[in-house]
């Protein structure tokens, strides 16, 4: 408890501090038209993610140096971008060399198809928790049950880390969440916060595999990002049948769509993918077959998803008659 307390009074004081740093040398984010807010706001304020994982590997010996390099590298390139946008090329391969680094990927002994494979995914993965963080609340609160789970996990199931490093981050969410999870928020993550916080649920999750007594793979314990994995991915699926572009900005996910189009309130949303979330991984502990459960909650997702924008769809089509 006296750690946990510690570690958010550290962290709170310094997004305090970020937020003089980033008024002074103008770092906000102006509205677009790609954009759900309206007003000017401070960026970048989920740098608290990673200085929650450097505050953890400072006092606790250099614990996780690789995944503490990895992270560093994200962070100085993603934040370079939220302040100046940086080429695309370069945000890809840092990615891809944050992944190796982070996880130490080695490039012996395994076929090359499951490296690339391994690097696809988490590269996607880390994409995709950036594509969602485009609403007040959407991070901090998906995030709280996600990490909330792991913590769940290390404590009542199977101890697969150190659960102070859980603490630290549980402790950055509610930091950034107090600022952030409001109907006018006070800051933004910023690429620097969401691609962070996408390599910080990677580690968990990777950590708690590899703790598993059964060593066959299994894409069940996805289950626990399944939502957001879900909207990122459909979408993508979506524009790409439509033949659009599914490289270029958008705003066509479906939570952008409840906010934009239908006018739902950003936190009613942002709390609505949270406890989405949890109820599904509430059940994941319930079942037996993990992998049946994943493909059911798949399907549930996926007719969800179609059906949502084939109603909208219909409703736009008749007000356009009308």
Known sequence: ML?????????????????????????????NERSSHKKVTLRGAGVVFYLAVLLYSLTHGMAFYHFLIGASLLAVVCYADDVRDVPSWLRMLTQLAALIVAFYIPVQGIELW???????????ILNIFNFLDGINGMLAAYSLVVIGTFGYIDLFHIHFIDFEFIVTVF????VFGFFNFRNHARCFSGDVGSVVMGLIV????????????????????????????ADGGLTLLKRYLNGR?????????????????????????????????????VGFFLVADKNLYIFV???????????????LNRKMEKGLKV
């Open 202 to 229: 990677l580690f968990l999750l990777v950590s708690y595999v590899k703790a598993m007594p059964s060593a066959s793979p299994s894409v069940s314990y996805l289950t626990f990002i399944i939502v957001f994995l």
């Open 297 to 311: 909650c798949m399907v549930f997702l996926v007719l969800f998803y179609g059906l949502f924008f084939f109603y």
């Open 245 to 281: 572009n599914v490289f270029q900005p958008h705003r066509e996910h479906l939570y952008e769509t409840l906010v934009n189009e239908l006018h739902v309130p950003h936190l009613r949303v942002a709390v609505s993918y949270a406890l989405l979330q949890l109820l599904i991984n």
């Open 3 to 31: 750690y946990s307390l510690i570690a958010f009074v550290v962290l709170l004081a310094l997004e305090l501090l970020y937020f003089v740093v980033a008024r002074r040398f103008h770092v906000v984010d102006r509205p």
């Open 114 to 124: 499951k490296i690339l494979l391994i690097i696809i995914v988490f590269t996607g």
């Open 171 to 174: 402790a950055s969410i509610l």
